[in-house]
C-alpha cells in the first residue's frame, strides 16, 4: 500500500544498526498501522458522540482528526511517491479519502482511512511472521562455541570461529558451524534441518552441520565453514531470495493489476465528467470517487506474494528447500515423477555382497584394482568397492571416467578398466553376472590389460519407507516412474519391492533426459535425482528435485527443489503442499478479480454508497490475507518433523535478503556468479551472500536522476535491508506504475 521502495527510512536497533527483517513487531498490537487505526477508530466513535450530544462542530472536528490519523499511515508515502512520479493504490486511496472530506463526507473518510490501515497492517504483520519463523532456524545456532587451542578449551562467538578450528561438542549441545568430526562416535539430532527425528549415527571423517545436537558423547569437530557461510545459514538466504522470485501466478496478477491503477483514474475521471453532464456533478462526483475505492486491486496485489512466502517459509521449516514462486507454482502442477534409483529409492550406502574372479586372480587382487581407479570417485559405488577393498590403497594413474559407463586408467604400466557389463565384456564371467544381476546386484567388471579378471557386485538396499512414499504419490493422482543406468533385472526387482511399475533401465543420463518428454506425456513431470549424476535430467524436468541435498552445493544449485533429508515421504509431503498452495494462489485471485468486478458497476451506479464500498473491499482484502496465511501451515508425516517456530537471539552474522518480494519500481539485479562482500568491521567474517540461482531474472532499477535512488546497485549492496528492515516487505506496491521511466528499464519477469 505505501511505497515498499522509496516509502519511510528502514527501522533501526536501539545500537543504530539497521534491523533485520524479522526484527518487525512480534505481536499484532505493536504494528504501527494497527495502532493509528485503532486510534482513528476511537476518535471517530469519540467524534460521533460528541455529534449526538449536540456539539455538532466538535464532534466534526474530531471525526476529521480521526481521518488524518487513520490517514498517516498512507497518505504521505502517497506524496512522496508523486514527487516521484509514481502512482498507486495508495494514490487511489488518497484522493478518495480527501475527496470524501471535501464534499462533507468525514466519517466515511476517516472509515476508509481505518480499514486500510488495518488491512495493510494484518498485511505487514503476517510476512513480517513467516519471515519471522523462517529466520528462527538461525536461533538453534548457540550463543557461544567451545574450541580447544594447545589442549585449553576457550569459549567464543560463532562469528569468531576460524576455519581449522577445533571445535568441542559436549552431549546435548548444538553445533555452531558445519565441521568434519575427527575424535569421537555419536548420534546427531538433525531434525530441525532435515525434518527428520531418527538420529544419525556418526564418527571419525563424518561431516556434521550446524545446528545438529550432539546427542551421545563428547566430539572434537573441525570446523570448516565460518558461522556465516554454514548450511543452516545458507538455507535461510536461499528461501529468503525464493521468496522473492515471481512466479507465473504473480505475473498475471501483475499483468493485470499493473495496468488498472491508470485505468481505474481514467474510469472514475470519465464517472464524474460524463454523469455530470446528465445529473448533479456534486453526485456523480461522490460516485467517481467511491469507484477509486471499488476498483482498487489492493487484494490483487498481494493474492500470490503473500502465498509464495507462507508456502515457501513452511516447506522450509519442514526440510525442503522450493527455490521461488515459479517452483512452486509448478511443483503444485507435477502430475508425474520420474525417480532416479540410486541415492533416490535407495539408501546410498551400497555395500560388496560377492567378488568373482578368473582363475590366477584371488578377490584382494581385484579389489585393488577396482579400488585403484575408484580411489578419487565420490560415486556411491566407488565408496562400496573402497570400504571392501581396505585403507591401503594406490591410486592409479590417468584416470578418465567414461559418462554412463566406467573408469579407464593405468597402474604401475598395466592398463586398468572398470565398468558395466555390455561397456565392457564378460567374457567367462557371463554366468555368474546373470545370477548376481538376478539377486538384484548391480555388477562391475575389472579389465587388466583387455582381460576380463573379475566381477564385483554390488547392492544398494532399498529404503524402508520407499513403497508407502510411492503409494503416497500414487494417492495424489501421480504416475511414478524409475530411470537407472543399472541393468534392466537388477531394476525390475528394486522396483517390484518399491510398487514401482514404470521401469527404465540401462540409461546413459542424456537418455534420462531425453525420456521425460515421452513420460510426461503432455503433463507436468519432476525428476527426482542427486542433483549431480543426474543433472541433465533435472535441467530438463518441469521441476529438479534433489534428494539428501543438505550440505551439497551442486544439488541445492542445480535443482529448483532442495529435500534436505534422506526420508523418500519428503517428496509426497511438499507436493502435497504446493498443491494446495497453488490453489489458495488461484482462490485468491478469483477472489480479487470478483470483488472488482462486482463493485465497480454497483458503485458506478450508486447502488452502493463510500462506506458500503470501503467495508466490502477491506473485508475482501482480510479474506486474501487470511487464505494466504494458511500456505503457512504443514502438517509433517508420521516419523517427520518441523523445525522449531519459536524466535529466539540471532547469534550468527546473516546478510539480509536484498531483494523486495514483488518490488515494481526497482526489480533485482540479475544474481552474479561473483560477489564482492561489503566492509565489515574489523574482527568481523564476512556476512553470508546470495547464491547464484538459476533461471534468477534480470533486473535493473531506476537512476538517481529518475527520482528513486532506492535501487541502485551501490546503494543495494552496501544496505540490502533498505526497504526489507523492520518488517517491510511485500506491499500494495507490486502495481505502483512509472511515468517518465526510460524505455530501456528493465522489468523483472
Not at 106 to 119: H, K, V
Not at 248 to 277: E, F, K, N, W, Y
Request: charged share 15%; glycine share 10%; net charge negative.
Amino acid at each position: 500500500m505505501s511505497d515498499a521502495c522509496c516509502g519511510p527510512a528502514p527501522t533501526t536497533n536501539p545500537d543504530g544498526a539497521v534491523a533485520e527483517p524479522d526484527h518487525g513487531p512480534e505481536r499484532w498490537w505493536q504494528v504501527r498501522e494497527l495502532q493509528l487505526a485503532a486510534a482513528a477508530a476511537v476518535l471517530l466513535g469519540a467524534g460521533w458522540l460528541i455529534g449526538r450530544a449536540g456539539a455538532d462542530t466538535a464532534g466534526t472536528a474530531v471525526e476529521l482528526l480521526a481521518a488524518v490519523v487513520a490517514g498517516a499511515t498512507f497518505i504521505p508515502g502517497t506524496l512522496r511517491n508523486l514527487r516521484h512520479r509514481r502512482i498507486g493504490v495508495g494514490t487511489l486511496m488518497t484522493i478518495a479519502a480527501i475527496g470524501a472530506v471535501a464534499l462533507g463526507q468525514i466519517p466515511e473518510a476517516a472509515m476508509l482511512g481505518i480499514l486500510f490501515s488495518i488491512a495493510e497492517g494484518l498485511e505487514h504483520y503476517a510476512v513480517t511472521r513467516t519471515r519471522r519463523g523462517l529466520r528462527a532456524l538461525l536461533s538453534l545456532v548457540p550463543p557461544t562455541a567451545t574450541i580447544l587451542r594447545e589442549g585449553t578449551e576457550f569459549s567464543v562467538a560463532p562469528d569468531e570461529l576460524a576455519l581449522g578450528d577445533r571445535m568441542l561438542l559436549r552431549p546435548g549441545e548444538r553445533a555452531a558451524t558445519d565441521g568434519i568430526i575427527r575424535t569421537g562416535r555419536t548420534s546427531l539430532d538433525v531434525s530441525a534441518i532435515t525434518g527428520e527425528s531418527v538420529p544419525v549415527e556418526a564418527g571419525p571423517g563424518d561431516e556434521l552441520h550446524a545446528g545438529a545436537i550432539n546427542g551421545g558423547g563428547a566430539i572434537e569437530v573441525e570446523v570448516t565453514a565460518r558461522a556465516a557461510d554454514s548450511s543452516l545459514a545458507r538455507i535461510v538466504h536461499i528461501v529468503e531470495e525464493a521468496q522473492d522470485r515471481k512466479g507465473a501466478g504473480q505475473r498475471l496478477a501483475d499483468t493485470i493489476a499493473r495496468p488498472l491503477v491508470p485505468a481505474i483514474m481514467i474510469l472514475a475521471a470519465l464517472v464524474a465528467g460524463l454523469g455530470s453532464l446528465l445529473g448533479d456533478p456534486m453526485l456523480w462526483i461522490e460516485r467517481a470517487l467511491v469507484v477509486l475505492v471499488a476498483a482498487s486491486p489492493c487484494a490483487l496485489a498481494i493474492a500470490v506474494p503473500l502465498t509464495v512466502v507462507a508456502a515457501i517459509g513452511a516447506s522450509s521449516r519442514h526440510g525442503a528447500l522450493i527455490k521461488g514462486g515459479a517452483a512452486l507454482e509448478e511443483l503444485g502442477r507435477i502430475r508425474v515423477v520420474a525417480l532416479d534409483k540410486t541415492g533416490t529409492l535407495t539408501r546410498n550406502t551400497p555395500q560388496v555382497i560377492a567378488t568373482v574372479t578368473v582363475p590366477g586372480v584371488d578377490d584382494a587382487g581385484a579389489l585393488a584394482a577396482a579400488a585403484a581407479l575408484e580411489a578419487r570417485s565420490e560415486h556411491p559405488l566407488a565408496q562400496a568397492i573402497l570400504t571392501a577393498a581396505g585403507p591401503d590403497i594406490t591410486p592409479a594413474d590417468d584416470v578418465t571416467a567414461v559418462a554412463g559407463h566406467g573408469l579407464h586408467g593405468t597402474l604401475a604400466g598395466i592398463g586398468l578398466r572398470l565398468g558395466k557389463p555390455g561397456w565392457i565384456n564378460p567374457g567367462p564371467l557371463a554366468d555368474q553376472v546373470a545370477r548376481l544381476q538376478g539377486e538384484g546386484a548391480t555388477v562391475v567388471l575389472v579389465e587388466q590389460d583387455a582381460t576380463v579378471i573379475a566381477a564385483i557386485a554390488v547392492r544398494d538396499e532399498l529404503r524402508p519407507e520407499a513403497p508407502e512414499a510411492i503409494a503416497r504419490l500414487r494417492g495424489l493422482g501421480i504416475d511414478v516412474a524409475m530411470l537407472t543406468g543399472d541393468n534392466d533385472r537388477t531394476a525390475h526387482s528394486l522396483a517390484a519391492e518399491a510398487g514401482i511399475t514404470a521401469v527404465h533401465a540401462e540409461l546413459l543420463p542424456e537418455d534420462k533426459a531425453a525420456l521425460l518428454p515421452t513420460l510426461a506425456g503432455g503433463r507436468k513431470i519432476a525428476m527426482v535425482g542427486d542433483g549431480i549424476n543426474d543433472a541433465p535430467a533435472l535441467a530438463t524436468a518441469n521441476i529438479g528435485i534433489a534428494m539428501g541435498a543438505m550440505g551439497t552445493d551442486v544439488a541445492i544449485e542445480t535443482a529448483d527443489v532442495a529435500l534436505m533429508g534422506e526420508d523418500l515421504r519428503h517428496l509426497p509431503q511438499v507436493l502435497a503442499h504446493a498443491r494446495r498452495a497453488r490453489t489458495i494462489m488461484l482462490q485468491n485471485i478469483g477472489l480479487s478479480l470478483a470483488i472488482i468486478g462486482i463493485l465497480i458497476p454497483l458503485a458506478a451506479t450508486g447502488v452502493l454508497g463510500l462506506a458500503t464500498v470501503v467495508f466490502i473491499h477491506e473485508l475482501a482484502e482480510v479474506l486474501v490475507i487470511g487464505n494466504a496465511i494458511r500456505a503457512a501451515r504443514a502438517t509433517p508425516l508420521p516419523g517427520l518433523t518441523a523445525a522449531p517456530t519459536t524466535t529466539g537471539a540471532v547469534h550468527v552474522s546473516v546478510a539480509a535478503s536484498e531483494h523486495v518480494l514483488g518490488d515494481a519500481c526497482c526489480p533485482p539485479a540479475a544474481a552474479s556468479a561473483q560477489r564482492t562482500a561489503p566492509a565489515e568491521p574489523a574482527g568481523r567474517t564476512p556476512t553470508l551472500l546470495p547464491l547464484t540461482m538459476p533461471n534468477s531474472a534480470a533486473g535493473g532499477g531506476q537512476s538517481a536522476e529518475d527520482g528513486c535512488d532506492c535501487c541502485q546497485s551501490s546503494s543495494a549492496a552496501a544496505d540490502p535491508p533498505s526497504s526489507a528492515a523492520g518488517g517491510r516487505t511485500a506491499r500494495k506496491t507490486d502495481i505502483e506504475v512509472s511515468w517518465g521511466l526510460r524505455s530501456d528499464t528493465p522489468r523483472q519477469q
